[in-house]
T-cell receptor, first 113, second 114 residues
Framework: NAGVTQTPKFQVLKTGQSMTLQCAQD?????MSWYRQDPGMGLRLIHY???????DQGEVPNGYNVSRSTTEDFPLRLLSAAPSQTSVYFC????????????FGPGTRLTVT | AQSVAQPEDQVNVAEGNPLTVKCTYS??????LFWYVQYPNRGLQFLLK??????LVKGSYGFEAEFNKSQTSFHLKKPSALVSDSALYFC????????????FGSGTKLNVKP
């Protein structure tokens, strides 16, 4: 099992550009989520999904879109990048049963200039 | 509102000494509590969790955590710290009564000195 994979590992964008961060998992997990990590603020939930076709907003959803067409994939789209979106982004997955922990990808470091 | 607090940005401990990393939580339903560790430039790795049952839970790498419902705390502990334990530690709560959202603390940097 590859676990949770994320691409790219690093990305530099200019303000106003759009891009998609990819996330995939091979553990057949129903629950997938996206976080951003900023110094001193821990991880903040952007969007999450409890299954294919079902997504919902987390704490900081503005400026980001998600979709879940398959169980395996959960891409995060930045529609018009802003410097405030400079962060490290983590994707995670979990079984839907509440007692299960999340498995995290290696992260994508995004810089918006 | 649901929240998790880690009151210490940094904890310093000498190798061989016991360590404690503090976490308190606030949720409206039953808490499912987790500890994760993050090494530099890596994703988060699961350490241990409290779901129900014994208040003292044991996890990976010799870590354990004590759940205290009356104090709404879930402190991470290890009897004897190693230099290799130096990392960033996150406490998290999964509020299963509210849309399965996870809430993370701000993280505590553990420094273990030889």
């Amino acid at each position: 099992n590859a676990g949770v994979t994320q691409t790219p590992k690093f990305q530099v964008l200019k303000t106003g550009q759009s891009m998609t961060l990819q996330c995939a998992q091979d553990m057949n997990h129903e629950y997938m989520s996206w976080y951003r990590q900023d110094p001193g603020m821990g991880l903040r939930l952007i969007h999450y999904s409890v299954g294919a076709g079902i997504t919902d907003q987390g704490e900081v959803p503005n400026g980001y879109n998600v979709s879940r067409s398959t169980t395996e994939d959960f891409p995060l789209r930045l529609l018009s990048a802003a410097p405030s979106q400079t962060s490290v982004y983590f994707c995670a997955s979990s079984q839907l049963t509440p007692s299960y922990e999340q498995y995290f990808g290696p992260g994508t470091r995004l810089t918006v200039t | 509102a649901q929240s998790v607090a880690q009151p210490e940005d940094q904890v310093n401990v000498a190798e061989g000494n016991p360590l404690t990393v503090k976490c308190t939580y606030s949720v409206s339903g039953n808490p499912y509590l987790f500890w994760y560790v993050q090494y530099p430039n890596r994703g988060l790795q699961f350490l241990l969790k409290y779901i129900t049952g014994d208040n003292l839970v044991k996890g990976s790498y010799g870590f354990e955590a004590e759940f205290n419902k009356s104090q709404t705390s879930f402190h991470l502990k290890k009897p004897s710290a190693l230099v290799s334990d130096s990392a960033l530690y996150f406490c998290a709560v999964r509020d299963v009564d509210n849309f399965n959202k996870f809430y993370f603390g701000s993280g505590t940097k553990l420094n273990v000195k030889p």
